[in-house]
């Protein structure tokens, strides 16, 4: 088993930034063996991907909207995902879920479907 803890949402003014961090606890758990993404959902719309870090391959794709502005990196000491958002839009408010699987292919990564274990999710709201 596998738990996350998401912290760092809030509200911010168009322009601004946050840091969401996303701690991950279980015995078994480690970034080379867990994939780890970072997904969001807006009111009345489906969860869609923001960007991953594949345990196979370390690369770390990251959505063509949030490309340049948001970086997804991990302290493996602390066993935690960050997500440093800045140039924050309206259009980013959601919910932002962390999410882990363990052998999550290189394909499947920007599908939610593949992720075992999913943080209680933080909000974030932006502001016009």
């Known amino acids: 088993q596998v738990q996350l803890v998401e912290s760092g949402g809030g509200t911010v003014q168009a322009g601004g930034s946050l840091r969401l961090s996303c701690t991950a606890s279980?015995?078994?758990?480690?970034?080379?063996?867990?994939?780890v993404a970072w997904f969001r959902q807006a009111p009345g719309k489906e969860r869609e991907f923001v960007a991953a870090?594949?345990?196979?391959?370390?690369?770390?794709p990251v959505a063509n909207s949030v490309k340049g502005r948001f970086t997804i990196a991990k302290d493996s000491a602390k066993n935690t995902l960050i997500l440093q958002m800045s140039s924050l839009k309206p259009a980013d408010t959601a919910v932002y879920y962390c999410?882990?699987?363990?052998?999550?292919?290189?394909?499947?990564?920007?599908?939610?479907?593949?992720?075992?274990?999913w943080g209680q999710g933080t909000q974030v709201t932006v502001s016009s």
């Open positions: 870090i594949s345990q196979r391959t370390g690369s770390s």
């Open positions: 999410a882990t699987a363990r052998g999550i292919i290189m394909s499947q990564l920007r599908s939610h479907a593949g992720y075992d274990y």
């Open positions: 279980g015995s078994e758990f480690s970034f080379i063996r867990y994939a």
